[in-house]
């Protein structure tokens, strides 16, 4: 059982990191991608938009740590029967969209750990629960989403879906302000420059889409359960 800490001291620790210090490319968005904040036009500016380089980093993570591609539900519910996959943290704090089966709301362990300190910290900030919307998936399933949503990541490849592997999952935007959005990116900001999660704004599906890596649960473990302070040290850089 991984410890349990609020990482929203992470957040506080590192608010004044430059977003211009990390690098990501940022693509042009054209007026029909603009999205809305309570009625007004906002132009999409994520601190995370999705990049080729991020979808090769997910899978460079997955083959690390020696992870399968789940290829269809015979898979899916050996592994959940074997504690490789557990249940999504739903509460207070997490709920899942109503349309996400059953059998996919599962995720790795230190997947449901991230998405524990994540909805934790951001129910304190505003007495709201935060959203999943998609978890692991199969092949089987991903080449059917890629039928009718031309935005789906591959099924296949170097570049293919991090969802197969169960370690990511799409958290809803559009039941999020402005705030509760900035708020979440700047939680993630932290875990994302020490290459804890791997991070993706989509606009289409609009959520965002995280991966979470294996040293995040290895992180959690090194941190005393009544730690008021986190060392800088606590938080080496990834190289």
Known sequence: MFKQISVVILASLFGSTSFASIPRHHHHVPMHHLKVYHGHPSSWAPLFPPTHESLLAQNVEI??????????????????????LVPLPVGVHLIVDKHLPANRRFCRPWTAQFLTDLSDA????FHEPVMVDSAVR??????????????????EGDTASSHL?????????????????????QWLMPLY????????EEYRQFCFHIMVSGEYGKFIDTIPLDSTDVAMELLPLKN
Not at 68 to 76: Q, S, T, V
Not at 165 to 173: I, Q
């Open 63 to 84: 083959d690390r740590l020696g992870l399968p591609r789940i290829k269809n539900d015979r898979e899916l519910n050996a592994l959940v029967a074997n504690g490789d």
């Open 138 to 155: 199969t092949v089987e399933v991903q080449k059917k989403l890629r039928r009718w949503n031309g935005n789906a990541a591959p099924a």
């Open 165 to 185: 592997a169960g370690l990511t999952v799409d958290l809803a935007r559009r039941r999020m302000s402005k705030e509760q959005a900035q708020f979440v990116e």
């Open 122 to 125: 951001f129910y304190e900030k």
């Open 193 to 200: 420059t020490r290459k804890l999660v791997e991070v993706e």
